[in-house]
């Protein structure tokens, strides 16, 4: 059983026509685009507005519409991923590096709806490594200060050089152990000169889609 195809396509369900969809990243949410994308060409019609550059070219690949995230007054509904969800909805993403964008994408959308197999559910957050967005100067000074917060900050590297966010950032990622009062870590982790953002969202999530113990597809109403 393909659990991301299950909730991905299910996430798909919840976007109407003329609406503007704020477009996640990962392996998940990618269900979700495709299935978007047979929708478009059945004759739906929306407008998109990724969250990543790899999100952007999956897009227009099956055929969805785009603007820029400058243009948008409002974004009726976002589908995105979560490296991990806790039974009170509080998330930790930013495995695949947009946390960014997909921060504040969520944030100015009316409805955010979080799609996660059965592994990414948790009884507390912090298994997953805490990625936290960074600005290149002085990357390490920023660094021992994270780490005077209670964590080891590792810096995030591909192919033998540090990775580089669309945003022209780089990520450090956090081993804090069990994260069991995110609300006041992410509100300190965002006082810290050099720190652009942290991938705790706190309190954000409307709708969590995963799948339950009996393999039956789950549809939480985050907001009782």
Request: net charge negative; hydrophobic share 40%; with cysteine.
């Amino acid at each position: 059983m393909n659990e991301k195809l299950l909730v991905g396509e299910k996430a798909a369900e919840y976007v109407k026509d003329g609406m503007v969809v704020g477009l996640g990243t990962g392996s998940t949410v990618y269900y979700t685009i495709q299935k978007l994308g047979e929708r478009v060409a059945a004759g739906l019609s929306i407008v998109g507005i990724p969250t990543s550059i790899q999100t952007e070219e999956l897009a227009k690949k099956v055929g969805i519409p785009l603007m820029p995230f400058e243009e948008a007054e409002t974004i009726h509904l976002a589908i995105d991923g979560a490296d991990e969800a806790d039974p009170e909805s509080n998330l930790i993403k930013g495995g695949g590096g947009a946390l960014l964008r997909e921060k504040m994408i969520a944030y100015l959308a009316k409805q955010f709806i979080v799609v996660a197999d059965s592994k990414k559910m948790v009884e507390t957050l912090g298994a997953f490594k805490l990625p936290v967005e960074i600005i290149q100067f002085g990357y390490k000074v920023t660094q021992r200060h994270i780490e005077k917060l209670g964590c080891t900050a590792i810096l995030r590297v591909k192919d033998g050089k540090p990775y580089v966010t669309d945003n022209g950032n780089y990520i450090l990622d956090c081993d804090f152990g069990d994260i069991k009062d995110p609300q006041p870590l992410e509100l300190k982790m965002n006082m810290i000169p050099g720190v652009v953002e942290n991938g705790l969202f706190v309190g954000m999530a409307d709708r969590i889609i995963t799948v339950n113990q009996n393999g039956d597809v789950e549809d939480q109403n985050c907001r009782g």
